[in-house]
């Protein structure tokens, strides 16, 4: 039923099955975000994206290690080796300390994920807090001649790595490329290459975060973290390594040649990468003001943003798409989720009442039951297919009109066997709860006070007050729901 399980490799560039190294066991890592600010759109595509992958391969019963970190120390501005700490920029704004920024924003991604429903993942490791893990991984690269110390700061030596490994095997960028797109910024001259970059910088006395190390007080580069806390974790060899686009060049790249350099190993089988967001097909960013955060869409606070928009939306939405497309951000596409988001949860809620009711088809339709056995295959077919949740949902759809249409009489009571109908309910519930991750956005008490009404309703009708039952669904209405008058009673659905 599960088929082979396919999934393209940013390294070899193809589509590989994936085969752990130490099966069942699973070692995988994303690298999380830097918390200096709110979590945004491109946060949720690849939480949501590696979420899917942790889910399925759970489902798959392999034992997966999932680590995400967090970082919070040694990511500076635009990404290079000199300017201002994003975090301790943001702390000077606030009037803050910089720890104090990155709890906070460590706390609301972790509040925006929770409200994706994106699982949590099974070690989440914080740069501060494996200072020593990244020291110790630096002091074997100078062993092994690949870094060089100047003035208190730390350099890898691209150009003495690139005469035994590869640099740019990932990327695909040559040193030639990488060395003429590569500015030197006055403070870099202690660097001998431009391609060369900080394992540790020298902390200026302007800089609060800073550790004792045994080249002088500083803090980490950028890359070193990810290096260190992924083998720590997971060893000097595992199954996936994942993250957005933006990081397959320079931070991938630069974690691949310290993990050679430190360990003398391939660090990852396989890579994987989600594509970038963009606000209606233009690049995110704050300064052209459609960077967007998750509370602003969840509240709808963004000027650009004409309502709010719920998380399952934005979920429902990121799915629609293939992770590795670029996936651009629509006040119409969001709109157009959100019902496809509640016609497949109608679905699910029918499927539900049948349970409760006990009502299971014993029909005979063979071609029927081919059809459904066929959409149920479609959705493994899809998902084993590079995790590609677009047509999963394709599949799911076909699935809700055979759902609708036994529910509604069009297909008969015994057109579906129940073997057939069981394969569908399982495969409908198994992918929308557990490996899609969509789930209901009323609480409890709302299903209660929906039932309750219902049954007002129900008997409103047999008494014909017909202005209560007037009343009832303009209720149901205002909260997005209409009633369902059906042969054998009453059911609700979104509309």
């Keep these: 039923m599960h088929q082979i399980l396919r999934i393209y490799n940013s390294l070899t560039r193809q589509k590989e099955v994936f085969q752990p190294l130490r099966p069942p066991f699973v070692g ?171 394992l540790w910088k020298k902390a200026t006395p302007m800089h609060s975060m800073h550790w004792p190390s045994p080249w002088g007080a500083g803090f980490p580069g950028w890359h070193i973290e990810c290096s260190a806390m992924s083998t720590k974790y997971l060893g000097k060899q595992f199954d996936i390594h994942g993250g957005g686009m933006d990081l397959l060049f320079p931070h991938h790249e630069c974690e691949i040649a310290q993990a050679q350099a430190a360990l003398k190993t391939d660090l990852v089988t396989y890579w994987i990468h989600n594509n970038l967001v963009t606000i209606d097909g233009v690049k995110m960013g704050k300064s052209l003001g459609n960077f967007i955060t998750l509370d602003e869409l969840f509240t709808g606070s963004h000027l650009a943003i004409d309502q709010p928009y719920s998380p399952m939306a934005l979920r429902f939405f990121m799915l629609q798409a293939h992770y590795r497309s670029t996936l651009s951000i629509t006040i119409e596409g969001l709109k157009a989720a959100y019902q496809g988001y509640r016609k497949l949860m109608n679905g699910l809620h029918l499927l539900t009442k049948l349970d409760q009711e006990g009502i299971t088809p014993s029909g005979t339709n063979g071609r029927l039951d081919a059809a459904i056995h066929a959409d149920c295959s479609a959705c493994y077919s899809a998902i084993n297919d590079d995790f590609n949740t677009a047509k999963v949902l394709a599949s799911l759809f076909n699935l809700l009109k055979k759902i609708n249409g036994w529910h509604n009489g069009t297909l008969g009571d015994a057109s579906i066997s129940s073997a057939a109908f069981n394969h569908l309910r399982n495969t409908y519930t198994t992918f929308m709860i557990d490996l899609l991750g969509l789930k209901e956005e009323h609480a409890a008490t709302t299903n209660q006070m929906i039932e309750t009404l219902l049954t007002l309703y129900q008997e409103a009708k047999a008494e014909q007050r017909y202005n209560q039952i007037d009343c009832i669904r303009t209720a149901f209405h205002k909260m997005g729901i209409a009633i369902k008058d059906h042969p054998n009673g009453v059911s609700w659905a979104y509309q």
């Design 28 to 198: 995988m890592y994303l690298c999380g975000p830097t918390v200096y600010g709110k979590a945004h759109l491109g946060h949720a595509r690849a939480a949501i994206t590696f979420d899917i992958i942790f889910r399925y391969l759970d489902h798959l019963n392999y034992k997966v290690r999932y680590v995400r970190n967090i970082t919070d120390v040694g990511h500076l501005e635009r990404d290079l080796d000199e300017g201002k700490d994003k975090i301790q920029q943001q702390a000077k704004l606030e009037a803050v300390s910089p720890m104090e920024v990155a709890q906070r924003y460590t706390y609301t991604y972790r509040k925006n994920m929770e409200q994706l429903n994106v699982l949590p993942p099974s070690i989440e490791p914080c740069a501060s807090g494996h200072i020593l893990e990244q020291i110790a991984m630096i002091e074997k690269i100078i062993q092994n001649g690949l870094a060089y110390i100047v003035d208190g700061s730390v350099y890898f030596d691209v150009a003495a790595y690139s005469q035994m490994h590869h640099y740019g095997k990932l990327s695909g960028r040559s040193i030639a490329a990488t060395r003429s797109g590569t500015r030197t910024l006055a403070k870099q001259r202690d660097k001998k290459e431009r391609v060369d970059f900080a």
